[in-house]
């Protein structure tokens, strides 16, 4: 079963016609805590012999249940599309590619399927899954967004067998966000894996407790006030420094970075929060998922997040900073600049 860590399957039944009873004789809440806030961020019902750990490493289980039964967290992909030629000519310089959205079905069938069946996995089945769509929709309604748009989400799960006796479940969990202009989507995926005589068992509780899972409206709430704060900190500063062609680029950027920390800490809540204190390779990947780069000011030795999508990145002894992509640019050359700006590039 390790060929695989990277994916995995599922089967769906109507949900609400589902008793807990089904797939287990007791079900519990079990807790997931947000690391940065410590507090409970949601609980979720799920065997009373199934454990939420923390992964040592990015390749370990989140969940682990009895007949060497496991979850994983994965991402997927983050993309963006824009018909605006002036946004296409902005991430082909600095080497991005727009992809157009397509449905989670037709995820499980361009991207998951060439990957996996390199792992040796053949798919035997797959189909939607609206109640899990409805579940990211339902949290991402809650959350802070610092730009007004549209939201779609979308669901599949598919099922894969490794010709070792045991079977796969893949779910794709899709948002699309459309706004101002340009479509941002994203995709994460939840695996679970199991000997094939226990997998409907395991999966019929792995999607009860997806569809069911109950937030912490403090923990909400809490989130909210802080990526309000960010948000209008970085609006702030923005509209001081930034001219009016890069405002076009920054306000798309924005709407990237907020919907990806909604989803990632939405869909990917798990595997990002009992990650808090992980190391270098799991920060590059949530840098990823989040559009963001990570730069070093020299004037502090101070690490601090930016956005991604520029080579270069001037910063001040505020942590103030300027994105460009242009080799020739320096805000210490501009006659009305009054403050001392160094050079930094993106360490990862």
Excluded: C
Excluded at 99 to 128: F, V
Excluded at 214 to 231: G, M, V
Excluded at 309 to 329: F, H, K, M
């Amino acid at each position: 079963m390790n060929a695989f860590n990277s994916f995995r399957n599922l089967f769906f039944i109507t949900l609400l016609a589902i008793s807990p009873h089904t797939f287990a004789d007791k079900i519990i809440m079990h807790t997931v805590m947000d690391a940065q806030r410590n507090m409970p961020m949601y609980q979720m019902p799920l065997p009373s012999d199934w454990k939420i750990v923390t992964p040592s490493t990015i390749e370990d289980p989140s969940i682990i249940g009895p007949n060497e039964t496991k979850v994983y967290y994965r991402n997927g992909g983050s993309y963006v599309f824009s018909n605006d030629p002036y946004m296409q000519q902005v991430y082909a310089q600095s080497g991005q590619q727009m992809r157009p959205p397509i449905n989670a079905q037709l995820i499980i069938e361009q991207d998951l399927e060439p990957q996996l069946n390199k792992h040796g996995l053949k798919l035997t089945r797959s189909y939607p899954l609206p109640e899990i769509a409805q579940r990211s929709q339902t949290y991402s309604s809650k959350l802070y967004k610092s730009v007004p748009s549209q939201e779609y989400f979308d669901a599949a799960g598919s099922e894969w067998s490794d010709g070792k006796g045991n079977t796969i479940l893949v779910i794709v969990d899709q948002i699309i966000n459309d706004g101002q202009g340009s479509v941002f989507w994203y995709y994460s995926l939840k695996v679970l894996e199991a000997p094939n005589k226990h997998f409907e068992k395991a999966k019929n509780a792995f999607i009860y407790g997806i569809v069911n899972t109950q937030d912490n409206p403090q923990q909400i709430q809490a989130y909210n006030l802080s990526e309000q704060q960010k948000s209008n900190q970085s609006w702030s500063q923005h509209n001081a420094r930034m001219k009016q062609n890069q405002q076009n680029f920054e306000r798309q950027q924005a709407i990237h970075k907020s919907t990806s920390d909604a989803i990632n800490r939405s869909i990917n809540s798990t595997y990002e929060n009992q990650n808090a204190a992980s190391d270098r390779i799991q920060d590059k990947q949530i840098n990823v998922i989040r559009d963001e780069s990570t730069v070093t000011n020299p004037h502090d030795g101070e690490q601090y997040q930016v956005d991604a999508g520029a080579d270069q990145y001037w910063i001040n002894s505020d942590g103030e900073y300027i994105p460009s992509n242009d080799p020739n640019y320096n805000p210490n050359l501009d006659p009305n600049n009054n403050r001392e700006w160094q050079q930094v590039g993106p360490e990862y």
